[in-house]
């Protein structure tokens, strides 16, 4: 192929795999353009930093020669504008660089609802570096903290406060912890548990403002029903969206929530890409899943599948069965394909706990067939190739219950679980719509 040059905009994970997944395919001159760190880190691995198990350079998962080594350049700046018809990005500083083939990969923001008090110094989201750094000298002596919003990102910053003894209280909108996603048997199992590290969860409440003590800093946050609670910190973990704001000078690039893009990750916009948690799908590949999936492995899905379509070989994105995990303190939870967190008509479900309340699976199959649909684990995890192959086969939940000991990630410690969770299935009351 001819010697085009590939600009990536943002060095996440989307981002750096398409960068490393081209150059493996290609001689191509690649510049990667990143506004938050020099080089690639684990976003995932932040909360780490923080509570000292590791150093931020333990979380960068190449060494810092690999780019010159590989000949991907890269770039710290911010990306101001597209220039679609000169083809060439401006970055805030006025530098202009010139593309053949450009991919946008600048991830997410979060999530503010324009609270009163919500810019006070003290109170803060988490989702890069600099919020880590942020935190820091945020929670640097205080007692009392209050995190907004009961997701995944609200959990991790609980878990890095509670490690230098700071009370965590909650302030969870819905009546369960998590509840657009989790079933309420897991909302619960996670609510006891973050309790036993001394979390303390108020549901069905919503902050109302956030309150300003006589040196400028929050003192205390008002919820909607006036109670006042006071705190040092207020962390805001209510979502994030993706991060397109600064596209506002480029209308030409098509953009909805995110960066509309097709099945092969193409815009609008001939030889613009856009991959990771910026992107919306008009049309899902996969109809029953969002058309916004801000999970790493989505991004470097997304990133290696773009890789061989820059370099000449056109690919779809097939997203595969979904998959997450997450750890909620010392419990780690695992999902794969649909277990949603209401009872859907046609569908059948089982839910096993260990009379530790740590440990449980929660299995979801259609009520005629009897093919799985989907699966949740928490604290024992599951061989991803197993269950993603069951199903993509679409085996039956009979068959993924009898053969349960060839998905044991731990068999030592599966094995003295598993039969217990086949008699729950066998005398099982199963949970229909
Ligand atoms: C604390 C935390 C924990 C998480 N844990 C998990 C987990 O356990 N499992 C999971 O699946 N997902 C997790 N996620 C989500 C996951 O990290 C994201 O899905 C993933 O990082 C998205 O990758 P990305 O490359 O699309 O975007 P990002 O990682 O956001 O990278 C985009 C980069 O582009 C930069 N950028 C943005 N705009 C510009 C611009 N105009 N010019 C230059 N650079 C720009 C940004 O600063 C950023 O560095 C977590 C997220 C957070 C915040």
Redesign the pocket.
């Known amino acids: 192929m001819s010697h085009d040059r590939i600009v990536i905009?943002?060095?996440?994970?989307?981002?750096i795999t398409a960068a490393r997944h081209i150059r493996k395919r290609s001689d191509v001159p690649i510049t990667v353009?990143?506004?938050?760190s020099e080089h690639f880190f684990s976003?995932?691995a932040?909360?780490y930093v923080y509570m000292g198990h590791l150093r931020y350079r333990d979380i960068k998962p190449y060494e810092d020669g690999f780019w010159p080594a590989n000949r991907i350049e890269l770039k710290h700046?911010?990306?101001a504008r597209i220039d679609t018809v000169l083809k060439c990005v401006q970055l805030a500083d006025g530098y202009t660089l010139p593309y053949d083939k450009l991919i946008i990969?600048?991830?997410?923001a979060s999530n503010t609802f324009g609270w009163p008090g919500q810019d006070l110094p003290g109170v803060q989201g988490?989702?890069?570096l600099q919020d880590v750094e942020a935190m820091e000298g945020n929670t640097a002596g205080i007692q009392r903290a209050v995190i907004v919003g009961g997701g995944?990102?609200g959990v991790?910053m609980a878990e890095m406060l509670r490690t230098r003894n700071i009370a965590v209280t909650f302030l969870v909108r819905e009546d369960t912890f998590w509840g657009g996603v989790l079933p309420e048997e897991e909302a619960g199992l996670i609510t006891r548990h973050m309790k036993e590290h001394g979390v303390l969860l108020n549901f069905n409440t919503e902050l109302e403002e956030v309150l300003a003590g006589p040196d400028g800093r929050v003192r205390a946050v008002r919820t909607k029903s006036g109670e006042e609670i006071a705190c040092g910190f207020v962390g805001l973990s209510v979502g994030v969206h993706p991060?397109i704001a600064?596209l506002k000078d480029s209308p030409a690039v098509k953009t909805d929530k995110g960066v509309l893009v097709n099945a092969y990750l193409e815009t609008n916009v001939q030889d613009v890409y856009a991959i990771?948690?910026?992107v919306e799908f008009q049309q899902h590949p996969d109809p029953q899943r969002k058309n916004i999936e801000?999970?790493?492995?989505t991004?470097r899905l997304m990133g290696e599948t773009l890789a061989c379509t820059v370099t000449g070989e056109r690919t779809a994105y097939a997203p595969g069965i979904w998959f997450?995990?997450?750890k909620f303190f010392d419990i780690e939870y695992q999902t794969y394909g649909r277990v949603p967190n209401r009872a859907q008509d046609g569908e059948a479900a089982h839910y096993w706990e260990h009379p530790n309340g740590r440990s449980a699976l929660h299995l979801v199959w259609n009520a005629e067939s009897r093919v799985l649909h989907g699966v949740n684990t928490f604290g024992f995890r599951l061989r991803h190739e197993v269950f993603d192959r069951w199903l993509r086969e679409k085996a039956t939940v009979d068959h993924v219950v009898e053969q349960l000991h060839e998905a044991a990630f731990d068999p030592e410690f599966f094995t003295r679980m598993e039969p217990a969770v086949r008699a729950s299935f066998t005398i099982g009351k199963h949970m229909t719509a």
């Open positions: 905009i943002g060095n996440g994970i989307s981002g353009i990143g506004n938050e976003r995932t932040l909360m700046g911010t990306v990969a600048t991830g997410s988490l989702y890069s995944l990102i991790e991060n600064w990771g948690d910026c801000q999970v790493w492995y991004g997450n995990s997450a």
